[in-house]
C-alpha cells in the first residue's frame, strides 16, 4: 500500500479523499493556499503545506510548488481529484520523473483522451459508436464549409482540448459558421491553452449519460453502471442520478460495454467516466474523463463500491479483486449540487462566511462537503459547497428522500442554490425521468434575468 499521499487539490473533494486514506491506514498532506489556511481538509489532514496565493494559479495549479511540498513531506504518491491539474499530461509525467505516484492513469492515457479529436479516433478503432464529425481537428473556415456540408446542421463546433463547456458552439446555418468558428476557437485559446478545433452533428437535447469504469494494471475493466447527467446550465451539471430512468437493460448493457472496449483501447488504468449521449434508442461517445468525477457518490451508493479506494489500490499495484458479475446495482441514488451562487441575480457566485450551518442526516443520506460554520467560503474557486447524496429501494423513494434532505439543508451567511435544487425536483420532467440537457433552457431558468 501507498505510504503518505499528497492531495494536491481543496473542498470536498480533498476531504473525501482524506477519508479514503484514514481508512486504508495510509498518512495524508494536505495543501492550501493562503485563503485556505482555515479550510476543513487542513485541518484534517496529518499534515499540512501552504503553497501560495489565493488564486488558482499562484498554487492549486503550480506544480513546482506541488511536487516540492511532496519532497519536504516524504510523499510517495499524489492524488489530484478533480479540476486543477487532475488532468494535465504534463503534470502526470512530472510526478513519475520525480519518483511520485500519479493517482491516475499515465501521463499517455490523459493526453490520448484530452485531445477530443483523437479520442474519437480511438473509439472508432474500439468499435463505439461516436457522433457524424471531422476526423481530427478543423483548421480553416473553408475546410470547416466542406466538413459541414457532409455531417449536416446544426452542427457543434468543440474545443479539441476542451472540457467544462468551454469552447463549444452552435451552428445553425452556414452563415454563422465562420463567426462561431473564430469565437469557439478564441475561447479555447483562452481556457486551454489550444485553438484547436473539431466539429459534429448537434445531437439536440440528448440525454447525457455517463458510465463509470474502474481498470487496474493488469488489463482489468469493469463497468459500475451508469449516471444520468442530463439536468444541465450551461453544460454545467446540476444534479445527477444512478441508475438513468429510461434506459432498458439492454442498452444499458450496450454502453458498459462499450465503455469497457473504450478503456482497453487507450490502455486506460484508474478511475474514470465514458460519456455517452442518447436519445434511450441509440448512444453516441461524447469525451471520456481520465479523473474521479464530482458525481461518484451516486454510482458508490448503488454499487457498494469505493471508488477513492478503488484508485489507492490500483496506484499502489493491487489487482482490481472485481469481475463484471461482482457488480450489480441496487436502488436509486440521486446527487444534488450544493452551490454558492444566487439563481434570482444571473447564478451570481457568492462568496462569505457561513454564519450558521445544519447538514441533513438518517439513513440513506450522505453528504460530502468541506464547510461548517463559521467557515469562509473564498471566491477564488469553485462555487460548489456540498453534495447532498440520498438512496432508497426506488426512484420514487430517493426523490421523496432527496425533497426533506434539502429543506433540512441549513446554509446562512451566503447565497445557495437549494431552493432551485428543491423546485428541480419537483418539476413534471423530473418526475417522469424524461428530461434531458435543454429541460433547464426549456424552463428558463438558464440565463440571467434582464433588468427592466
Request: glycine share 10%.
Amino acid at each position: 500500500m501507498l505510504n503518505k499521499v499528497l492531495i494536491a487539490n481543496r473542498g470536498e473533494i480533498a476531504v473525501r479523499i482524506i477519508r479514503a486514506c484514514r481508512e486504508l491506514g495510509i498518512r495524508c498532506v494536505a495543501v492550501y493556499s493562503t485563503a485556505d489556511r482555515r479550510a476543513l481538509h487542513v485541518q484534517l489532514a496529518d499534515e499540512a503545506i501552504c503553497i501560495g496565493g489565493p488564486a488558482a494559479k499562484d498554487s492549486y495549479l503550480k506544480a513546482d510548488a506541488l511536487l516540492t511540498a511532496c519532497k519536504l513531506t516524504g510523499c510517495d504518491a499524489l492524488h489530484p481529484g478533480f479540476g486543477f491539474l487532475s488532468e494535465d499530461a504534463e503534470f502526470a509525467q512530472q510526478c513519475a520523473d520525480c519518483g511520485v505516484t500519479f493517482i491516475g492513469p499515465t501521463p499517455e492515457a490523459i493526453s490520448l483522451l484530452g485531445d477530443k479529436a483523437r479520442a474519437k479516433q480511438t473509439m472508432i478503432a474500439a468499435g463505439v459508436p461516436v457522433v457524424p464529425g471531422s476526423d481530427g481537428t478543423v483548421h480553416t473556415p473553408d475546410e470547416a464549409k466542406k466538413i459541414a456540408e457532409k455531417i449536416g446542421y446544426p452542427l457543434l463546433i468543440k474545443a479539441a482540448a476542451g472540457g467544462g463547456g468551454r469552447g463549444i458552439r452552435p451552428v445553425f446555418k452556414p452563415e454563422e459558421l465562420e463567426s462561431q468558428m473564430l469565437a469557439a476557437s478564441a475561447e479555447a485559446k483562452a481556457c486551454f491553452g489550444s485553438d484547436a478545433l473539431y466539429m459534429e452533428r448537434y445531437l439536440q437535447n440528448p440525454k447525457h449519460v455517463e458510465v463509470q469504469i474502474i481498470a487496474d494494471q493488469f488489463g482489468n475493466v469493469v463497468h459500475l453502471g451508469e449516471r444520468d447527467c442530463s439536468m444541465q446550465r450551461r453544460n454545467q451539471k446540476l444534479l445527477e442520478e444512478s441508475p438513468c430512468p429510461i434506459l432498458n437493460d439492454s442498452l444499458r448493457d450496450q454502453m458498459g460495454q462499450a465503455a469497457v472496449r473504450a478503456a482497453k483501447q487507450c490502455g486506460f488504468v484508474s478511475a474514470g467516466t465514458v460519456e455517452f449521449l442518447t436519445d434511450g434508442k441509440e448512444f453516441f461517445f461524447m469525451e471520456m474523463n481520465t479523473r474521479i468525477q464530482v458525481e461518484h457518490p451516486v454510482t458508490e451508493s448503488v454499487t457498494g463500491v469505493d471508488l477513492v479506494q478503488a484508485q489507492l489500490r490500483i496506484a499502489a499495484g493491487e489487482p482490481l479483486g472485481l469481475t463484471q458479475e461482482d457488480i450489480a446495482l441496487r436502488g436509486h441514488s440521486i446527487e444534488c449540487r450544493v452551490l454558492a451562487e444566487n439563481p434570482s441575480l444571473g447564478f451570481r457566485p457568492c462568496a462569505g462566511t457561513i454564519q450558521s450551518f445544519h447538514a441533513p442526516g438518517g439513513p440513506g443520506i450522505r453528504i460530502d462537503s468541506a464547510i461548517y460554520q463559521g467557515c469562509d467560503v473564498p471566491p477564488f474557486y469553485d462555487s460548489m459547497l456540498a453534495k447532498v447524496i440520498v438512496h432508497a429501494p426506488t426512484r420514487e423513494q430517493a426523490i421523496a428522500k432527496m425533497r426533506w434532505a434539502l429543506a433540512e439543508f441549513i446554509v446562512e451567511g451566503i447565497d445557495t442554490n437549494i431552493d432551485l435544487q428543491l423546485s428541480l425536483i419537483k418539476t413534471d420532467q423530473f418526475l417522469s425521468g424524461d428530461y434531458n440537457t435543454g429541460t433547464l433552457t426549456a424552463l428558463g431558468i438558464t440565463e440571467p434575468k434582464k433588468e427592466g
